[in-house]
């Protein structure tokens, strides 16, 4: 396939994996940890142990999905270049920094930093992993 058309699909699954962050949040947000895990862990260090649960909960099905996408676009993308890769995550940081902006002033913005971020940059670096490696493939 040319560079214009993985671009293109490279792009239409970011806006299809934009729209499955939504509601695997909204899925990962829903499940329920038990208090007897999530307590001793919580009383020391309440900040990691938040930042590991929403890792868990929805960090890793996003990598899942991200995976799933870049295996296609791996699969189309003869050329090996690592622009479809970047293209397929653009939609998802530009839907999410929206959401950030409009949902107003949180109460404690450090701390939504901090359990939130850990997902963002475990993200941005399986991201840059095919990057790199695509990049590599290609000089070899």
């Given at each position: 396939m040319d560079r214009v058309k993985?671009?293109?699909?490279?792009?239409?699954?970011?806006?299809?994996?934009?729209y499955l962050s939504v509601y695997i949040i909204g899925i990962g947000a829903a499940v329920a940890i038990p208090a007897?895990?999530?307590?001793?862990?919580?009383?020391?260090?309440?900040?990691?142990?938040?930042?590991?649960?929403?890792?868990?909960?929805i960090g890793f099905p996003l990598l899942i999905v991200y995976f799933l996408f870049v295996l296609i676009v791996k699969y189309f993308n003869?050329?090996?270049?690592y622009f479809p890769y970047l293209a397929l995550l653009?939609?998802?940081?530009?839907?999410?920094?929206?959401?950030?902006?409009i949902m107003g002033q949180p109460q404690d913005l450090a701390y939504t930093l901090?359990?939130?971020?850990?997902?963002?940059?475990?993200?941005?670096?399986?991201?840059?992993?095919?990057?790199?490696r695509a990049v590599n493939h290609a000089k070899a």
């Amino acid at each position: 396939m040319d560079r214009v058309k993985i671009t293109m699909l490279a792009i239409f699954l970011g806006v299809l994996y934009a729209y499955l962050s939504v509601y695997i949040i909204g899925i990962g947000a829903a499940v329920a940890i038990p208090a007897s895990i999530l307590t001793p862990v919580a009383k020391a260090y309440p900040t990691f142990a938040f930042a590991m649960v929403d890792l868990i909960t929805i960090g890793f099905p996003l990598l899942i999905v991200y995976f799933l996408f870049v295996l296609i676009v791996k699969y189309f993308n003869s050329s090996n270049s690592y622009f479809p890769y970047l293209a397929l995550l653009v939609p998802f940081f530009i839907q999410h920094i929206y959401l950030f902006v409009i949902m107003g002033q949180p109460q404690d913005l450090a701390y939504t930093l901090a359990t939130i971020m850990p997902r963002y940059i475990a993200i941005l670096l399986f991201a840059l992993y095919f990057v790199k490696r695509a990049v590599n493939h290609a000089k070899a």
